[in-house]
């Protein structure tokens, strides 16, 4: 009915159900499912500076700002569609998600990434999926509709300062890597602790630094 609802003559679509015309979904929650991507980003450029970029379009976009610098493609993602499809691919929208937080809102971000995610792939749009999870009871969310064995994508930026956020955050990369079982995880920030145990059991970890979007290595497990 949400769908019907929006095509009305003068409806404006402010559940932006048009994203998800030809989603499927997985898990409780109905989270739009992300077709499999094994593919490895090799530079990565922010949201906000692609909108600026001219020339370099051999990166992949991703969202590790502030939300409020790209809060913006989740209320016009059609305006930016023709921006993104000039590049390699995209990371899915890193939404905040705290451990802290209501858990409603962490459900209601995890859906606003796989929904921009999933639309960006029905228009061509290669897509690797930004694995954020707040406290345990998200741990397995983040993973509904997410292709095991492939690439995924996590932020580590800011999760592993504090001690008590530090260990919420191994303990989710644990699960999401015992449960997904991924090819390559590519981490934004600094590698957390449990990534030798995860190079240990076969998975290809990568470090991409924010200090510069160029400045990255590859660690083969």
């Known amino acids: 009915m949400s769908k019907e609802n929006c095509k009305r003559g003068g409806c404006v679509d402010v559940f932006h159900a048009s994203l998800l015309e030809r ?11 992300l077709k499999e991507e094994r593919e490895i ?19 992949w976009v991703c969202f590790y700002e502030d939300d409020f610098l790209f809060e913006r493609i989740w209320n016009s993602p059609n305006k930016y569609l023709p ?49 954020r999870f707040g406290d345990d009871r998200s741990f397995d969310i983040c993973c509904d ?8 994508a996590i932020g580590s930026l800011g999760c592993i300062k504090d001690k008590e956020y530090r260990s919420v955050f191994n303990a989710g990369v ?9 090819e390559t995880i590519v981490f934004y920030g600094a590698a957390p602790e449990c990534s030798s145990e995860l190079k240990r059991n076969g998975i290809n970890i990568m470090v991409i630094k924010p200090v510069s ?9």
């Open 23 to 33: 989603a499927r979904y997985a898990g409780e929650y109905d989270l739009p499912v």
């Open 41 to 59: 980003p090799r530079k990565l450029i922010t949201f906000s500076r692609a909108l600026r970029e001219k020339h370099d379009y051999h990166q």
């Open 83 to 131: 921006i993104l499809s000039r590049f390699d691919g995209i990371i899915t929208p890193d939404f905040s998600v705290y451990y802290d937080m209501p858990f409603a809102m962490q459900v209601w971000n995890i859906f606003r990434a796989r929904t921009i995610g999933s639309w960006l792939q029905q228009n061509g749009i290669k897509v690797i999926p930004n694995i």
């Open 145 to 152: 509709g997410i292709s095991r064995h492939s690439t995924i």
């Open 174 to 182: 644990r699960h999401v890597a015992e449960k997904l079982k991924p």
């Open 213 to 221: 979007f160029h400045s990255q290595k590859e660690v083969k497990g």
